[in-house]
């Protein structure tokens, strides 16, 4: 029998995901200012359920800032990172799980984002926002610095608070967390400097 109450209509799993991380925005990384979140086009009902690809306006975003947009029912992330952040990446490769992104490269990384950045753009970071452990949405701890559930050696990432996973500024999970691999990052192409195709990477193949 259902557990849902009468007369309330249940909440399907890809609604329940957006409405979890559609609550997250962007903080400034490194200095601690928050900063809005930033708006975006969005694709009607109807192409959304299709899983159409989503084209979106990047123009805004100032370093240190992230975006949020749905495709296909999930949260994709859009991070536009410090040269600092960007810098820094590399010298977390010892702490990592898959610093290379080689474990189920298929699934989780395309071969354009198998770099140390995974990203075409090395300031900009396009990863879904899903935890490869069991489903939960991370949170943004873009700050660098000592934090609650946080070492004090933190150089800035993404917590998930259901069971203590890690992720790096490039999305790539820590050693000896309950995620198995890296966040995915989903096909995407760069229509223009500003325009950001998600969805959709045919030019890239």
């Known amino acids: 029998m259902s557990d849902i109450p009468v007369g309330r209509k249940p909440i399907d799993s890809s609604k329940r995901t957006w409405m979890i991380a559609s609550g997250c925005a962007g903080v400034v990384g490194g200095v601690g200012v928050a900063v809005p979140f930033v708006s975006t086009f969005e694709p009607s009902e109807k192409a959304k359920a299709a899983g159409?690809?989503?084209?979106v306006d990047i123009a805004g975003i100032e370093p240190g800032?992230?975006?949020?947009v749905e495709w296909r029912g999930k949260p994709v992330w859009i991070l536009?990172?410090?040269s600092a952040q960007v810098a820094e990446l590399p010298k977390l490769d010892p702490q990592l799980a898959?610093?290379?992104?080689?474990r189920n490269p298929d699934e989780f990384t395309p071969e354009y984002?198998?770099?140390e950045?995974?990203?075409i753009k090395p300031e900009i970071l396009v990863v879904v926002g899903i935890c490869?452990?069991?489903g939960c949405s991370p949170t943004d701890r873009l700050q660098a610095g000592p934090q609650p559930s946080l070492p004090d050696d933190w150089e800035g990432g993404f917590l998930c608070p259901c069971h203590g996973s890690t992720f790096d500024l490039a999305g790539r999970v820590f050693?000896?967390?309950p995620a198995p691999d890296n966040l995915p990052v989903p096909p995407h192409m760069y229509l223009s400097d500003t325009r950001l195709l998600i969805g959709d990477d045919k030019q890239k193949a």
């Open 98 to 102: 898959d610093p290379e992104s080689k």
């Open 80 to 82: 536009k990172r410090t």
């Open 65 to 68: 800032q992230k975006l949020t």
């Open 52 to 55: 159409a690809p989503v084209e």
């Open 117 to 119: 950045h995974r990203s």
């Open 132 to 134: 490869t452990h069991l």
């Open 175 to 177: 050693k000896n967390k």
């Open 113 to 115: 984002a198998r770099n």
